[in-house]
């Protein structure tokens, strides 16, 4: 399969949603990277990768309209998600879980010193909610902290699965791909500077958004991804390998039927957000701009994905021109390195952070 190509149509074609930046973008990349730099995580090669996937791009492409504080929070926020992937992403559940504690106990208790020896994922997390629940509304935090623990609990069955090389149906995988993906809390962070009641939040016309919304980012990233999950041997949570699986399709076939699914949703996103209730001027103002937020989130990871170097190196312009993807050669998940090309265009190979995480785990491991 190594070599094969794969056509992916533009997903956002007709989406009426252009790409915007918001301009605080330089200043929260600096200050996000001083602040994760602080740290240590991260070797010098380790580090290049990190700064090349560009975490502050996504969160700025994402919360066009936040603030400059706000800005650092949504940023700061996609840093420590690239953090929680590293040190689960080859552990066990039972590893996954004790993890999974930390984040949250640092959450909850942003005041509260970390304990001594602690892995630093604890308190980049108690850091980070520190700043972050100074400009969040009591909304935010509340759909925050509830996001995050399903979030963490989610990341804990797919080590479990990942454990069993169990591949899910499509519909078992959606029910937990809900939460793997993180955009729910992501999209509380939206949410910073807005108030209005639990019964607007949850109420089924905003759940049917919010679910419009984090599918067609979870499996545009699928398609995208792909080529380096199953590189690296990290391919079962992937809608691709589960529809190739369950229809007995190859991949371009398995994209084809994706891609058509997905635009479904995304009609009945648009067909839903014109026909929502109104609750009164004040509240509609803020639904409104809470349901454009979750439209410009799906531009942004679009963007972000071809204008990071995350998935495609320097040949993400090219890919988004394009729409070709190549499957690479396999490769041993300890050596894996993410290589993404075509032949005639500038074949690199660029690297995920993260060896100095996985250093830190085996100091922590021996006590």
Known sequence: MAGTLVKVPDMLREWPYPR????????????????INQFRLFDPESQDAFNRCDFAKLAMLAYQDHDLARSRTGANFMTLLYLIDEYTDCETAPSTLSMGEIVMDALRFPHKPRPAGEIPLGEVSRQFWALGRETASPLAERQFLHTMQ???????????????????TFDEYLELRRDTTACLPSFAMMALDMDFPDEVYEC????????????????????????????????????????????????????????????GVLKEFIETKNNLLSWGPEIDEQVARYVDGLAFWVRGND???????RYFGRNGAWVQQ???????????????????????????????????????????ARG
């Open 20 to 35: 915007r930046l918001n301009p605080h973008y330089e200043q929260v990349k600096a200050e996000g990277l001083a602040w």
């Open 150 to 168: 399903r979030y963490l609990t989610a990341v804990v069955q797919q080590s479990d699965d990942r454990g069993k090389d169990y591949v899910r």
């Open 204 to 263: 089924e016309e905003l759940e049917r958004l919010r679910e419009g919304a984090w599918r067609n980012i979870a499996v545009l990233n699928d398609i995208y991804s792909y080529h380096i999950e199953r590189a690296r041997g990290h391919a079962l949570h992937n809608s691709v390998t589960i529809i190739m699986h369950e229809k007995d399709l190859d991949p371009q076939g398995a994209v084809n039927w994706i891609c058509e699914w997905s635009d």
């Open 303 to 309: 963007d972000w994905t071809f204008e990071s170097e």
């Open 322 to 364: 394009n729409r070709e993807l190549y499957m690479l050669p396999l490769v041993e998940a300890a050596d894996a390195r993410a290589a993404s090309h075509r032949e005639e265009v500038d074949p690199e190979t660029f690297g995920i952070a993260g060896m100095q995480i996985r250093r830190d785990l085996e100091v922590a």
